[in-house]
């Protein structure tokens, strides 16, 4: 059964930087094919792709967020890490990690962490 | 990026009837592999998103069979046939054909 859970701070000031991390089982990141994506939603508003890493340890930015983004994997295959430097109000949304196969096709998601950027 | 267009914003639907969402593309979503990486995402109050339809037409495993997908090029819908009550929630286009991965804006499903 594949699974995906999202963590993160819950509230940070802006000008900070937002540390997320994304714990899945029941797939491996070793895998060939296997991307990690991390996908963000403001309350009330569509999706926006941020970042993703595939099994090779490439990764892949949203050229408009691009120099604020780092991903990242542990060695162990089994978590994804997502930082956001110099936040802003306009950071404030619902991070999701998701699974994206070869399909470009994002089959399963987390549960979701919800941020806020606020002093 | 791609703009993906989504019309109606809103829908409004009886319990059985069956209907229609648009997806257009600012761009042809047929890559130069001969894929068309265009999907179709569900987002149920307060739940994530969950994967309906990949590829345009292929429908993920464990989604009932009135969904359905079609088109081409820049041109996309997602058919429902028959609503019933647990398909209502905000559905989404996606591509993955050019960088970065883009989203419609939505097309809310609700009761009327």
């Known amino acids: 059964q594949v699974t995906l859970k999202e963590s993160g701070p819950g509230m940070l000031q802006p000008s900070k930087t937002l540390s997320l991390t994304c714990s899945f089982s029941g797939f491996s990141l070793s895998t060939s094919g296997m991307v990690v994506s991390w996908i963000r939603q403001p309350s009330g508003k569509s999706l926006e792709w941020l970042a993703a890493i595939d099994w090779d340890g490439d990764k892949y930015y949203n050229p408009s967020l691009k120099s604020r983004l780092t991903v990242s994997k542990d060695t162990s295959n089994t978590q994804v890490f997502l930082k956001i430097t110099s936040v802003d109000i306009a950071d404030t949304a619902t991070y999701y990690c998701a699974r994206l196969l070869t399909t470009r096709a994002f089959d399963y998601w987390g549960q979701g962490v919800m941020v806020t950027v606020s002093s | 990026d791609v703009v993906l267009t989504q019309t109606p914003p809103t829908l409004s639907a009886t319990i059985g009837q069956s209907v229609s969402i648009s997806c257009r593309s600012s761009?042809?979503?047929?890559?130069?592999?001969?894929?068309?990486?265009l999907h179709w995402l569900l987002q149920r109050p307060g739940q994530s998103p969950q994967l309906l339809i990949y590829?345009?037409?292929r429908l993920e495993s464990g989604v009932p069979n009135r969904f359905s997908g079609s088109g081409s090029g820049t041109d996309f819908t997602l058919k429902i046939s028959g609503v019933e009550a647990e398909d209502l929630g905000v559905y989404y286009c996606v591509q993955g054909t050019h960088a970065p991965y883009t989203f419609g804006a939505g097309t809310k499903l609700e009761l009327k």
């Open positions: 590829l345009v037409s």
């Open positions: 761009q042809s979503l047929l890559h130069s592999n001969g894929n068309t990486y």
